[in-house]
């Protein structure tokens, strides 16, 4: 159990069965009356704010969330086909559950994912991943402006803005967290 004296941004509780990240809170002490903490939540699973005011003292459960390191297989139709590295149990998980990580994935990468109740919720890969540009048209001759970019295809099917001067072949480094071009990679 989990006191509302121990509320802080980023932790993880349990309100009616489904798991919360705390994105803000405040504790309020009137003049009158109770003290009480108003929270702002995000669900981890549907991704909803709920906005809830708790009594001082008022406590809630904690979550019985697990992270384990997983290793990327390959993808079937809409699912992501996943193996525990510790039990080597493969499983799958739909697209929609991974939200835009699809983008950064490739065949055999190793990353970190979130279970509730045995169910996966969320990914978290790496920070920076490198990949080839298969589609990039070739810059404008004379286009020079400072900070020029054009779109670029990568292995995965994503398209992202990248700088005049790369070409199809090259080999790209991108931030997953913002999707951005970070820099070129000697492939």
Known sequence: MIATSQFRKGLKIEING????????????????NAFVRTRMKSMITGNI????????????????????????????????????????????????????????????ETEMLFYKGNAIDIELPTFVE??????????????????????????????????FLNEGDHIRIDTRTGTYVERVKG
């Open 18 to 33: 489904e798991p919360y990240n705390i994105v803000d809170f405040q504790h309020v002490k009137p003049g009158k009356g």
């Open 50 to 109: 709920l906005e809830r005011t708790f009594k001082s003292g008022e406590k809630v459960e904690r979550p019985d969330l697990e992270n384990k390191q997983v290793q990327y297989l390959y993808r079937d139709g809409d699912d992501f086909n996943f193996m525990d590295l510790e039990t080597y149990d493969q499983f799958a998980v739909p697209t929609e559950q991974l939200g835009d990580a699809i983008n950064y994935m490739t065949e055999n990468m």
């Open 131 to 164: 990949f080839e540009v298969i589609k990039a048209d070739p810059g404008v001759r004379g286009d020079t402006v400072s900070g020029a970019t054009k779109p670029a295809t990568i292995e995965t099917g994503a398209t992202i803005q990248v700088p005049l």
